[in-house]
């Protein structure tokens, strides 16, 4: 991780969960971090937390599923930091919508506006930005789902629409691969798939199983997956991690 101190990086849902744990991961290991989420004062007192280590998080307040507010963000990052090395795409949300109910459109199109677009828009800004600045050896990544890889047998109904937004994901992060190869880049694409991860999503979403979903099923910590990055992140330049699965030890999804 040596080559990576004082390079910059940005990291989206960066307030909670496995965000906050790569966040503190990457400022750990002596990166710029600037960490994009829409609770803006958490980010401040990580920030604070975080003074003390080799790194640096510049916190900015930014929802993903907003267009310009993902385009005024990168342009900051460009005109205070100059560049950009590193982009983890973590934002994400789930829903609890039945399709075969009466569809809630405004929870559905939140689903794919965060998971999907809003990860292709930061993708986008992301990759022009190393571009700009002469980048082609950075490393885009994306904190997918294991229900981007099938479609495993749900806890509760309602889940369908999540698991076609991560999907999604799987197509993008190969997608992005493929075409980067074409174009001759040495930029890196890593599609990172967790199972059941101890996190707030299912509070925040209002899923019905939040009360119960982590009684009687395993599950993995954030720093599970900010160290599975860290290592996907440490291999030499030439080597590229296309997909990493991390299960719970005894998870039968």
């Given amino acids: ?88 795409n973590n934002a994400g949300v789930l829903g609890d919508i039945p399709i075969s109910e009466k569809l809630d459109t405004k929870v559905f199109l939140r689903i794919f506006d965060v998971n999907v677009i809003g990860l292709s828009v930061c993708t986008s800004e992301g990759l022009k930005l190393m571009q700009e600045s002469g980048v082609d050896d950075g490393h885009i990544f994306h904190i997918n789902s294991i229900s981007g890889q099938y479609i495993h047998p749900t806890l509760g109904a309602g889940q369908y629409p999540y698991m076609a937004s991560k999907h999604s994901v799987t197509v ?11 174009k001759k880049s040495n930029i890196r694409v890593t599609s990172i798939s967790p199972g059941l991860v101890k996190t707030e999503i299912f509070d925040v979403s209002h899923d019905r199983r939040a009360t119960t ?18 290592y996907a992140l440490g291999t030499p330049p030439h080597v590229q991690i296309k997909e990493l699965t991390i299960k719970p030890v005894g998870e039968m999804l």
């Fill in 1 to 88: 991780m040596e080559r990576w101190a004082g390079k910059v990086a940005v990291v989206t849902g960066a307030s909670a969960g496995i965000g906050a744990a790569i966040v503190e991961a990457l400022v750990h290991h002596g990166m710029i971090v600037v960490g994009l989420a829409r609770r803006v004062d958490i980010l401040k007192d990580m920030a604070e937390n975080l003074s003390e280590e080799k790194g640096r998080l510049y916190p900015l307040k930014a929802d993903v599923s907003d267009e310009a507010q993902v385009i005024h963000a990168f342009q900051w990052v460009k005109e205070n930091l100059k560049t950009l090395h590193v982009l983890v």
């Fill in 172 to 182: 993008l992060a190969e997608g992005l691969r493929r075409e980067l190869v074409e």
């Fill in 213 to 230: 979903i982590f009684d009687n099923n395993p599950a993995l910590n954030p720093q599970d997956i900010a160290d599975a990055l860290i």
